[in-house]
């Protein structure tokens, strides 16, 4: 019986990941992920499913973050009626994600529309909260290395794979063969998370290539955030993170909560937490502590690290007041969310530093600041950048080139096929190399919408 793999998403990018695994009849996807990043990605949401959703026969997730998830709601709405397998803190993870999702695209198209400043009249959202709410009743949580069959004939596992709460690689078993997804691989000396489990063996492997050209540096991360702080508050300015709710976030607020033990923040210097979404995620550590490097006593002291900013009305006072602090809000490639607001009123003033915590993507706004841009474009202006724009790249989640060859070493029997993706195209090309060169696999860098039969 013939097994394919057709390549939906992820390639040429890290967002949209999309696999659509069949075999004989039966039709799986791995991950349903939202495209973000540059304009011709992101049509791609507005876009039909390239497979029809009631066609599906299951939807295996690998973790929470939106590039993963955040086209379940669409996946639903469109006719999918089958179960969504994930793990039991993705489940929850996604209880607060994808409506929070729905809401902002609600708020932000309404926002558009009172104003004026969208190319479509009326301006709608891809999805809604109540979509979301909907996608949310499909979900079937299962336990990591707990054997379940998502379709007649196909056995899945899920597997630890670092990153995140509840990130898993998915293991399919069909027909005599084992199939791999990677998903998002964590690192194996991440600040807060366990490292990715070994893998024995797979005869077909997608392994994910987000940092595949370069290593992660060696920086102290509480001494890198510390120097951003000191310098931005000697010149009485305001430090504003754009942060993905769910993982870095958790790994500021730690760190700012070592950084006050120490003494090393001003006694007055307020940290805000702008994300009623992060907030409910940070509890979450306390609830899956198996799957985290933290203590109890650690956890409650990365809970109590920041004021949380609940209401608009409270977000708004933050940009009124210009004493110096520390803000961390949604999102992480500042792509929406409330940090928009902030960007827009501590850009044009070069005492405020923007610290980008993550990998941008391409075409994002994040990507822009890093990048260098003279301005960015906000709410249907453009918003000069005369603050300091820093990069913290010592937080990634993400395993780097190293550190996913490594991690490849690791097998004991090599896959017949690997596949790189989950890579801007440098990125997944040097991986792809350093495995051919290093390991003497065969590998293969996919391009959209390709289909391949596995040997």
Not at 147 to 160: K, N, T, Y
Not at 175 to 202: C, Y
């Amino acid at each position: 019986m013939t097994i394919s793999i057709t390549f939906l998403g992820a390639t040429d990018t890290v967002t949209g990941s999309k696999y659509l695994v069949t075999i004989g009849d039966r039709r799986l996807l791995v991950d349903c992920g939202l495209f973000q990043g540059y304009k011709q990605l992101r049509l791609r949401n507005w876009a039909p499913l390239p497979v029809p959703p009631s066609s599906l026969d299951a939807i295996l997730l690998t973790h929470a973050h939106l590039d993963h998830s955040g086209a379940l709601p669409l996946a639903v709405r469109d006719g999918y009626r089958g179960r969504i397998h994930c793990t039991d803190a993705t489940a929850a993870l996604c209880g607060l994600l994808l409506p929070d999702s729905g809401r902002l695209q609600e708020e932000s198209t309404e926002h558009a529309n009172r104003h004026g400043f969208s190319k479509h009249h009326p301006a709608l959202p891809l999805y809604t909260e109540d979509d979301a709410i909907r996608a949310l009743r499909k979900l079937a949580p299962t336990s990591f290395d707990a054997p379940f069959a998502p379709a007649p004939g196909v056995s899945a596992r899920f597997l630890r794979a670092g990153h995140l709460l509840g990130a898993a690689m998915v293991e399919l078993r069909a027909e005599g063969k084992v199939l791999l997804f990677s998903g998002d691989l964590g690192r194996p000396h991440d600040l807060l998370m366990r490292p990715p489990v070994d893998v024995a063996e797979a005869d077909c492997l997608v392994v994910e290539s987000t940092y595949g050209d370069r290593r992660h540096p060696a920086t102290d991360p509480l001494d890198q955030l510390a120097a951003v702080v000191d310098r931005t508050v000697a010149r009485g300015g305001v430090v504003v993170v754009p942060s993905f709710a769910v993982g870095r976030a958790q790994a500021l607020l730690h760190l700012s909560a070592q950084l006050r033990e120490a003494g090393r923040l001003p006694a007055n210097l307020p940290v805000y937490l702008n994300s009623p979404m992060a907030a409910g995620a940070t509890a979450l550590y306390l609830r899956f502590a198996d799957e985290h490097r933290l203590s109890p006593d650690a956890c409650a002291a990365m809970a109590g690290a920041a004021k949380i900013v609940t209401t608009v009305e409270e977000s708004k006072r933050l940009n009124e007041g210009r004493w110096p602090k520390i803000i961390i809000a949604a999102s992480g490639m500042a792509t929406g969310g409330r940090v928009l607001h902030h960007l827009r009123a501590f850009l044009p003033d070069p005492r405020n530093t923007i610290l980008l915590t993550g990998h941008q993507a391409g075409g994002t706004r994040g990507r822009a600041l890093q990048d260098g841009a003279a301005s960015v474009k906000l709410f249907g202006d453009y918003v000069p950048v005369r603050a300091e724009v820093a990069t913290m790249d010592s937080l990634s989640a993400h395993a780097d080139g190293a550190e996913v060859l490594a991690w490849l070493g690791r097998f004991a029997r090599p896959p017949r096929q690997t596949f790189v993706t989950h890579g801007e195209p440098p990125a997944a090309d040097a991986l792809r190399l350093a495995v051919e060169e290093t390991l003497r696999w065969r590998c293969v860098v996919p391009e959209y919408r390709e289909t391949v039969t596995l040997d």
